[in-house]
């Protein structure tokens, strides 16, 4: 068998894998789904190996999507670190075999502590599935391996089963785009997942000026703000309109600077100014300044005061695009 047919069979081997799991799901999912959902506490993931690894996988997977979890060690549980695990904690635990000794230690601790048990194991007869309050079949046919010994298909099923109790929990708890990304500020997910409040220029930084502005005071105001525009407002603060330097130098070519300079912003602007929100994903706003060829965009409230000013660049720097 050549080297490509190998791996295709690898390929094939591990999708049935997780094929196979479709139809096995039951009311043992929808159970250990409860228990997930309910837990006051944290769900601790713990496995041994390369099932470990996975653990740690499933883990990162249920915090970063609104449910506190961590991985721990079994080995080390036994050993000291069982005073991580309480009562209201839920145990997630995995075992292809159902039988891994350090895992079958904990279980009379795990008992005795009162935390919930969730069992993902390919053995559920075994003495983890037995002992479990729930136990998630995870079995498969076969490994990918072509001695059947090295664990593949079985940690590619459980990583799966993991990543499917994880999206329906999301899912249940209702768990928003702007909470992924509060829970992701450095990476590049989280920064397309930014609001407008995040990036744009609040307070004093947001250029305004009154209607009434003549325009020595409304080019000052634009060019200490750097933004290349200011919004006009009324005396209630509501947005009017905006001038920007686009506008400034057209009125330049147009008219004698005498008479640009006697206008006030409410004679020059731009009137039904385009706006946003402070809770619309920053990547939406960029793409609004994009179809509109525009480079800064104000945000108002319900009200139409104005809060603040997102300009192009910001976007830029956040490296969402």
């Not at 069982?82 to 009562?87: N, P, S, T, V």
């Not at 109790?165 to 920064?191: D, I, S």
């Amino acid at each position: 068998m050549s080297s490509l047919d190998l791996a295709r069979k690898v390929l094939r081997i591990e999708a049935a894998a997780i094929l196979g799991l479709v139809e096995r799901l039951d009311g043992a999912f929808e159970e250990a789904l409860r228990l997930l959902y309910e837990c006051r506490g944290r769900v601790i993931v713990t496995g041994m190996g390369k099932s470990g690894i996975i653990c740690r996988k499933i883990a990162a997977t249920l915090s970063s999507t609104g449910t506190p979890a961590f991985f721990l060690h079994p080995a080390e549980a036994i050993h000291g670190d069982l005073g991580a695990i309480r009562e209201d904690d839920v145990v997630l635990a995995l075992s292809h075999s159902g039988e891994t000794e350090e895992l079958i230690r904990l279980l009379e601790s795990i008992r005795r502590i009162g935390s919930k048990l969730v069992a993902m194991t390919g053995a559920p007869i075994s003495t983890l599935g037995r002992a479990a309050d729930v136990t998630l079949d995870c079995s498969i046919a076969k490994e990918a391996c072509p001695m059947n010994l090295v664990p593949t298909a079985s940690t590619t099923a459980a990583l799966a089963l993991g990543d499917a109790l994880a999206m329906t929990l999301l899912v249940r708890k209702g768990f928003r785009e702007e909470q992924f990304a509060a829970f992701h500020p450095g990476g590049k997910l989280g920064k397309k997942l930014m609001s407008v409040e995040s990036v744009m220029h609040g307070g004093d930084a947001a250029p305004r000026v009154l209607a009434s502005a003549v325009m020595p005071d409304v080019i000052h105001e634009m060019s200490s703000k750097r933004l290349g525009m200011t919004c006009v407002i009324d005396a209630d603060g509501r947005l009017a309109g905006v001038f920007t330097d686009g506008d400034l130098r057209r009125l330049m070519l147009a008219r004698p600077p005498n008479a640009v300079l006697a206008l006030t912003a409410g004679e020059a602007m731009t009137a039904k100014a385009l706006t946003i929100g402070r809770d619309m994903l920053a990547v939406e706003a960029l793409r609004i300044m994009e179809t509109h060829k525009i480079t800064s965009v104000v945000v108002v409230d319900a009200a139409q005061r104005v809060e603040g000013v997102v300009h192009l660049h910001d976007l830029w720097r956040t490296q969402m695009i």
